[in-house]
């Protein structure tokens, strides 16, 4: 059935919320790539149904046309070329063109972002809407691409008024509505992804590059599908919601009643709903398996009682076996040397500087090697 123009919306949506298109045969349509292969199809996988955030190539390809340090056109030159060798077909362009062509879409957009920015609302992306709680386009991926670059938090994209309806959640809005009056929040930690709450200002996360974006970078294109991922003191849930997105079985720690009173209402209205465990950390037993885990800002609050952080290191190491992502207070160093000599982690990566709540941190990635 084909749908009249009535029955679509435009609007804003948090880039957090933005997923590259379902691979070809999901979507049904694999009939519609010539010369199909096998080995196409895998590298096809890679970089369907992940957050925007997460696609290399064209992240990689716009920060290099921003000048970004570090950035470079190559990620994109390859896929490009992957994706017609993988079928025997010659590329239609060579690199020196295709780079040329796009930076002359990318000196075009970027003169409608500052010159005519309803131009994107009037060409928007068009995406489905599908749980959990997440956006995938259709068409548009490198003009969605160019606007995250940008520095866009939230950008315009067409969907069906049915899905529009859907993702506004009219119930599970009203209840978190009075949460949030009842809790008095004036300042919420990190953003709702929410037209409802898009005037709402958050302490962390609420501009690009925020510590989402670099540890999605830092993850690339890694399947996070049936990965299990724990996050110490989720607070309102805003990391564990975005990994459960991705596919992720996620449990998420908040002892703090406050906090997981909204946790559990912003599941519900976000429909990314996780595990969610209402215990002190460092008083649970029998949490292991974990591929990642999240500890952001929650262990400097204990390093003034060694008894209570060596629980909760042991806890940590018992329960993790991968990758850690941690941020730190303000004795950063302190920190680093604690969990180096209480857990199994044996290297660490330094990731970015951050500023938080009136405090200079840092935020890194720790690594066990597989055993």
Known sequence: ????????????????????????????KEYTIPSFTE???????????ISLMRMEPHRELFRYFYGESGASPEPYL??????????GVAPPMDREGLLNQKRMEYVNMRSYLQNDPGYFTENPPLVTYRTPGRFNIQDGHHRAVFLYC?????????????????????EALEDTVQMVALQQRNLIYTPILHPHFYGKRSERDEFYKTRLDVILEYLGSRDLKRTKVLDIGCNIGYYAR???????????????????????????????????????????????????GILHTVFYHLMGDSGLSERFLSTLDCAVHGLLFWESGDRIEEEKSLLFKHTGFEEYVK????????????????LKRPR
């Not at 997105?245 to 906090?259: K, N």
């Open 242 to 292: 975005h990994f459960t997105r991705e596919g992720a079985q996620v449990t998420g720690i908040e002892p703090d009643p406050l906090h997981a009173e909204l946790l559990m209402r912003l599941n519900r209205l976000e429909r990314a709903e996780f595990e969610l465990v209402r215990e002190p950390f460092e008083r649970l037993v029998g949490l292991q398996g974990y591929e990642i």
């Open 150 to 170: 940008s520095g866009l938090r939230r950008i315009p994209v067409r969907m069906t008024r049915a899905d529009y309806e859907t993702w506004l959640n009219p």
């Open 78 to 87: 390859a896929w490009y070329e992957r994706i017609h060798h993988l079928r």
């Open 1 to 28: 059935m084909t749908l009249t123009a009535e029955q679509y919306v435009t609007t804003e949506v948090p880039i957090e919320l933005v997923f590259t298109d379902v691979d070809v045969r999901t979507a049904k």
């Open 351 to 366: 990731l970015a500087d951050t500023f938080g709540t009136g405090k200079y941190r840092e935020l890194g990635v720790f």
């Open 39 to 49: 080995e196409w199809f895998t590298h096809h996988k890679l970089h369907s149904d």
